[in-house]
C-alpha cells in the first residue's frame, strides 16, 4: 500500500546489469527486495554478485534517483551503494508518514 516513484527500482536494475553482471562472463544474479523496516519505512534493494571498485562513479542515474528522492520526500528517503559480502546492494530506504 505505499506508493514508490516510477522507474526508482527500474534504474538501479539498470545499474546492477550495466555495471555489474555484464561484465560476468558465467552470468550473474540481481535481486529484488522490498521490506518495511523499523520506524514506518520502507526499504527497495537491488542486488548483484559483484565487487564494488574503490572509486564508484555515481554517474547520472544515481545523482537522478537521489535529486528525485530529496525533491519527492525532503530528506526522508536515502540512498546506498555498498559492498556486502560478494554482492553489490543498490539500497532506497523511505520513511513513511504515520497515519
Given amino acids: 500500500g505505499f506508493m514508490i516513484p516510477p522507474f526508482l527500482i527500474q534504474t ?3 545499474n546492477a546489469v550495466k555495471h555489474g553482471i555484464s561484465k560476468i562472463v558465467a552470468g550473474g544474479e540481481i535481486i529484488i527486495q ?3 523496516g523499523e520506524e514506518e519505512t ?4 537491488v542486488s548483484n554478485n559483484g565487487i564494488l571498485g574503490s572509486e564508484v562513479d555515481l ?3 544515481i545523482e537522478n534517483t537521489k535529486r528525485r528522492l530529496d525533491l519527492l520526500y525532503k530528506g526522508n528517503a536515502y540512498f546506498s551503494l555498498v559492498q556486502k559480502g560478494d554482492y553489490v546492494v543498490s539500497s532506497v530506504e523511505i520513511k513513511t508518514e504515520k497515519k
Fill in 34 to 36: 522490498t521490506e518495511k
Fill in 12 to 14: 538501479q536494475a539498470e
Fill in 59 to 61: 554517474g547520472i542515474g
Fill in 42 to 45: 520502507v526499504r527497495l534493494s
